[in-house]
């Protein structure tokens, strides 16, 4: 029960992390729909806004989707290597949905952490 609960709280921080990682990256190119606008520079309203926004779709994409992925793919795998290649895949795949939409980096994202966890090199462990 404990391995779940830390599985669950990391899933939802990272979660959080790499969320507000793509909708950054989305304000910066100025894909964010109607926050957007492509600055050089923040203010910190619209940072805390992200950060917020992260918050309500990443963190529970990531503290649903990591204990899944991880009883999927990861059981017999070393937990920082497991968490590594998770979170790589899901912040290529985050990054590069960015480029269209927030809505498709979400996707992406999700897509990106599967991809990540189910192609650990046999040869890493």
Known sequence: MFKFLKLLVLGFLGGWLLGFCFLLFGFLI??????????????LIEVLS????AGVYGAPFGG???????Y?????????LGVRYAMIGTLIGG????IIAPPI???T???GFFFGCANIPKNAV
Do not use: M, Q, W
């Open 30 to 43: 100025g894909r964010s729909g109607n926050i957007g606008g492509g600055k050089e520079y923040f203010n």
């Open 50 to 53: 992200i950060f917020g926004l």
């Open 64 to 70: 649903v989707l990591f204990p899944i992925g991880y």
């Open 72 to 80: 999927t793919f990861l059981k017999n795998v070393p937990f920082r």
């Open 95 to 98: 990054l590069l949905g960015a």
């Open 105 to 107: 980096a979400a996707i």
């Open 109 to 111: 994202g999700i897509v």
